[in-house]
């Protein structure tokens, strides 16, 4: 079965600088989808950014980028030019194109303080 | 585009009482995903429908169930609510396969058993 772990309940960065959460997956399968997802106060999900395992180029969105590393089954997420609309759970999530279930991980809450 | 709708948005029960939770995925979108979100427990696959058919389940007891209409909108129905089934239910739409993996995610029904 495939698992999801964020090993970060809580992380907290001051506004303007960088801050990265962590995500190990562990997987059988060579063909998923990756995801980070935020869920602010609202509790809405919002996808951040999508990593289609075959690509070995590192997905970028805006002020968001992470690190894939495939081999190590590590999907970090990098947060740049941290602002205060920025906080919220973060989640982790793992999705083959067979199951097309997302399985998440536990989420870290990022605090963004002044 | 009007994304993914859910009714109601907050939802008291009593134990042994069913509830029905609806969903509207975004126009366009033929699959229909369903999560439950649980205090302590994260969030966890329930239902996935496409084309009007039941493609996967999650590990919950049948009293969880539910349908998708031809017009794509789905029903969650829960059957002999117990305290544990309180938590945050999210939908979420695709156009699978042709999606690339991405689920866009409703604002969710907040169901409270007594």
């Known amino acids: 079965a495939q698992t999801v772990t964020q090993s970060q309940p809580e992380m907290s960065v001051q506004e303007a600088e960088t801050v990265t959460l962590s995500c190990t997956y562990d997987t059988s399968e060579s063909d998923y989808y990756l995801f980070w997802y935020k869920q602010p106060p609202s509790r809405q999900m919002i996808l951040v950014i999508r990593?289609?395992?075959?690509?070995?180029q590192n997905a970028t969105e805006n002020r968001f980028s992470v690190n894939f590393q495939k081999a190590a089954k590590s999907f970090s997420l990098k947060i740049s030019d941290s602002q205060l609309g920025d906080a919220a759970m973060y989640f982790c999530?793992?999705?083959?194109?067979?199951?097309?279930?997302?399985?998440f991980g536990t989420g870290t809450r990022l605090q963004v303080t002044l | 585009e009007a994304g993914v709708t859910q009714s109601p948005t907050h939802l008291i029960k009593t134990r042994g009482q069913q509830a029905t939770l609806r969903c509207s995925p975004i126009?366009?979108?033929?699959?229909v995903y369903w999560y439950q979100q649980a205090l302590g427990l994260g969030l966890q696959f329930l239902l996935w429908y496409d084309e009007g058919e039941e493609r996967n389940r999650g590990n919950f007891p049948p009293r969880f169930s539910g349908r998708q209409f031809p017009n794509y909108s789905s029903e969650l129905n829960v059957n002999a609510l117990e305290l544990e089934d309180s938590a945050l239910y999210l939908c979420?739409?695709?156009?699978?396969?042709?999606?690339?993996?991405?689920?866009?995610f409703g604002p969710g029904t907040r169901l409270t058993v007594l």
């Open positions: 999530a793992y999705l083959t194109g067979t199951a097309s279930k997302l399985t």
């Open positions: 979420a739409s695709s156009f699978f396969p042709r999606s690339r993996g991405e689920q866009f």
């Open positions: 126009s366009g979108h033929t699959s």
């Open positions: 990593q289609e395992a075959y690509k070995q």
